[in-house]
């Protein structure tokens, strides 16, 4: 009981524009109950709407883990991360983030579809696929083929957002203050290197390459 007179309470700030208070109640509300699907579902619909679409997809995924069952919640854990990863999907101008998004969705959407044919799994699916075509480089540099992106950099002539992300991290690994992992769509400052607090031009540029 005690749960849900927070949460609505958080819903009914949301709703009246008190975007912080809403943003702390629902904060609060995820640390107290991170294993409640509804606290998560609702978090998710609270941070779409506030652009922080990566914690809307954390949170969306969450309650999809915790409610395995109930396919809205994957189906719009599976949107978000479309949005996430670059798709647009909700009328957004959001820029892309991270394209692993794209791979948990689809790894989602396939098992919907294993069980029952969905048209909108099937629809997402679809625009998933065409999106990964079109940004092939940055699946590249997530697998680990840095000299195929930068030969291929080199050659192209109009470069998608994705595309200059990859630029933008290929040139923080050349800095020689940057690590590369793996299966990530990003960079790791080196351990033995100071975080820099201060928002300079350079702290700035780099800030925004890391979508922080």
């Known amino acids: ?20 208070s809403a943003a702390e109640q629902f904060n609060s509300l995820l640390l107290k109950y991170p294993e409640d699907a509804q606290v998560q579902y609702n978090a998710g619909i609270f941070f779409s709407q ?3 679409h990566i914690k ?15 396919i809205n919640f994957k189906l719009r854990g599976c949107l978000e991360c479309f949005q996430v990863g670059g798709g647009q999907v909700m009328n957004s101008d959001f820029l892309a983030y ?9 790894t989602i959407l396939k098992q919907i579809l294993e069980t029952q044919e969905h048209a909108e799994a099937r629809d997402l699916l679809n625009r998933i696929n065409q999106h990964s075509l ?6 590249r540099f997530m697998d680990g083929d840095l000299d195929y992106c930068r030969q291929t950099l080199a050659r192209k002539k109009e470069l998608t957002n994705l595309d200059q992300r990859v630029m933008g991290f290929l ?11 793996k299966g990530h ?4 400052l080196k351990d033995d290197l100071p ?3 201060k928002q300079g031009f350079l702290e700035r540029i780099r800030n925004m390459v890391l979508g922080k």
Not at 171 to 181: I, M, R
């Open 50 to 52: 506030s652009g922080e």
């Open 1 to 20: 009981m005690q749960i849900a007179k927070a949460m609505q309470q958080a819903i009914e700030q949301a709703e009246s524009g008190q975007n912080d």
């Open 98 to 106: 991270d394209i692993g998004y794209l791979v948990k969705a689809e």
């Open 56 to 70: 809307a997809a954390d949170c969306f995924l969450k309650a999809a883990e915790l409610m395995p069952t109930d």
């Open 185 to 188: 769509f990003t960079v790791i």
């Open 195 to 197: 975080q820099g607090n």
């Open 171 to 181: 040139n923080l690994l050349d800095s020689g203050e940057y690590l590369f992992k």
């Open 134 to 139: 079109k940004n092939r480089l940055a699946f």
